[in-house]
Nanobody, 115 residues
Framework: QVQLVESGGGLVQPGGSLRLSCAAS????????MGWYRQAPGKERELVAT???????NYADSVKGRFTISRASAENTVYLQMNRLKPEDTAVYYC?????????WGQGTQVTVSS
């Protein structure tokens, strides 16, 4: 059963912007911490940003000042606004819902930053 659905990825030029969306069920969204992770080919999956049910957020140093994670409770959706994109941001981006001892992953959405 699909519980997290990412969308919004695509091809963008360096310096451009994209907004990723992750739609979740109400029961997951209201309780779990949500996060965005990314994985480039041949690389380990890495944390990008997280946001708690109380809207406390944190970011990887590589995206601070460029990316913003947010929650929209009416839509049970978490967003990742990505600005001033760089080629090194190219990866599959995954949504994650987690709490101690339990994680739920989305299917991923491709982000490619290239001229």
């Amino acid at each position: 059963q699909v519980q997290l659905v990412e969308s919004g990825g695509g091809l963008v030029q360096p310096g451009g912007s994209l907004r990723l969306s992750c739609a979740a069920s109400r029961s997951i969204f209201s309780i779990y911490t949500m996060g965005w992770y990314r994985q480039a080919p041949g690389k380990e999956r890495e944390l990008v940003a997280t946001i708690t049910s109380g809207s406390m957020s944190n970011y990887a140093d590589s995206v601070k000042g460029r990316f913003t994670i947010s929650r929209a409770s009416a839509e049970n959706t978490v967003y990742l606004q990505m600005n001033r994109l760089k080629p090194e941001d190219t990866a599959v981006y995954y949504c994650k819902a987690f709490r101690s001892g339990r994680s739920i992953w989305g299917q991923g959405t491709q982000v490619t930053v290239s001229s």
